[in-house]
Structures are given as structure tokens and as C-alpha cells.
């Protein structure tokens, strides 16, 4: 199994700028992609971006390209999300989640961390 935990949520002013962390423990060699989610309330949880834990490769949702930027940093097993530009459309509890496979469903997924942008 893989242990997710987020941290870096918080309250942020519109225009401004947030880091979420997600450390991966257990059996992260198994690990193919890892990528962030994020679900407002009332609104169904949505793909946010991801990333390929090897090769690096990025995936954004269109409503984030360009302000949202993910990385990981594998000799610690940590994936980032580097937000800027934030917008109240943007708040929502962020979930991050690591998968085995190139597609399908994630396999694992964090407990969340709220972000909220205020006008």
C-alpha cells in the first residue's frame, strides 16, 4: 500500500499564491503517476493535474493551465503543487492520489487539504 498526506492548504487572497506538498510513503516504487484533485462544495471532485513519476511528465486541466504547476521530487517522494493566481473559483479541499497504472482510477488517495481564496 501508499500512505498519501497533504499539507500546505490555508486561506490566500485572490492574485496570491499557495504550495500543497503530498508526501507518499509505503510502497512508492510501485508508483507510475501521482496527481492532485480537488472537490468544492456541492460540486463533484475534479482532475486538477498530474504527473508521471519517472519521466516527469505534466497534465493540467484547462482551467488551470498557466497558474497551476506540479512537480515531483522523487529522492523524497513528494509531489508539489504550486499555485498562483488564485482565484475563489479555486477553493475546495485538495486531494492528492498515486496510481500503478498509466490510466484508469488512482489506487490511493490523501485525506484532502482545504484552500480558500477569498475575493
Known amino acids: 500500500q501508499v500512505q498519501l498526506v497533504e499539507s500546505g492548504g490555508g486561506l490566500v487572497q485572490a492574485g496570491g499564491s499557495l504550495r500543497l506538498s503530498c508526501a507518499a510513503s509505503g510502497l512508492t516504487f510501485g508508483i507510475y503517476r501521482m496527481g492532485w484533485f480537488r472537490q468544492a462544495p456541492g460540486k463533484e471532485r475534479e482532475f486538477v493535474a498530474a504527473?508521471?513519476?519517472?519521466?516527469?511528465?505534466?497534465y493540467y486541466a484547462d482551467s488551470v493551465k498557466g497558474r497551476f504547476t506540479i512537480s515531483r521530487d522523487n529522492t523524497k517522494n513528494t509531489m508539489y503543487l504550486q499555485m498562483n493566481s488564485l482565484k475563489p473559483d479555486d477553493t475546495a479541499v485538495y486531494y492528492c492520489?498515486?496510481?500503478?497504472?498509466?490510466?484508469?482510477?488512482?489506487?490511493?488517495w490523501g485525506q484532502g487539504t482545504q484552500v480558500t481564496v477569498s475575493s
Open positions: 492520489a498515486s496510481d500503478r497504472r498509466a490510466d484508469g482510477p488512482y489506487d490511493y
Open positions: 504527473v508521471t513519476w519517472r519521466l516527469s511528465r505534466t
